[in-house]
């Protein structure tokens, strides 16, 4: 069975991108820097959850003893320095996005990182070339799980978000593109979905693809 979506639009970190786990592992290590050691689980809770929302977990669970301007300054500096060597793609990425491009279907991204962060790693990742929009919180009133960036994705491509298909792998992501009106595909990374409203669940993006109905697109 097939279906015709007027378009498709992606999370990026984590879906698109494998990020997250270079993002964990800086986070514990700049913390134990800054003399503050956190389990692996503590900094997994945060995938899926915009930066506002990050510093205030973090202050509930370490307090007011972490400069959190100067850690956040050395986590970033550290993963942009990684990211530079390249940020590898996740499993059948290139070839979904490049069947949709073929098929003439609009794309898009709508993501919890900035937007101007968010085209970098899609440059990084050589992934850039598949999409004309970028849509980050920081250009729109709330972050996910709001619904906002995914319906400004919808409003730049021209169609209705009803009739979108979103790939998420968090559930912050998931709630965001449900409260938007769209079907959703979520592909988990690095945590498991704990409240599994995703329209369609996968271990892949081919796979997750084929089950929404584009499996013509990810053959």
Known sequence: MSRNYAAVIFDLDGLLIDTESVSVEVGISTLAEFGHRVERDFMLSMIGVDEVECVAIMRAHLGDGLDFAAFDARWRETCRTRHAQGIPQKSGADALLSGLAAA????????????????????????????????????????????????????????????????EDSDPGTAAALAAGMTVVQVPDLVPSRTNRAHFSARTLTEGAERAGLFTLAA
């Open 104 to 167: 003439a279907i609009p794309r898009a991204v709508a993501t919890n990182s900035r937007a101007e962060a968010g085209r970098r790693k899609l440059g990084q990742s050589r992934l850039d070339r598949h999409f004309d929009h970028v849509v980050g919180f920081d250009l729109v009133a709330a972050p996910k799980p709001a619904p906002d960036v995914y319906l400004r994705a919808a409003e730049l491509l021209g169609v209705d978000p009803a009739d979108c298909l979103a790939f």
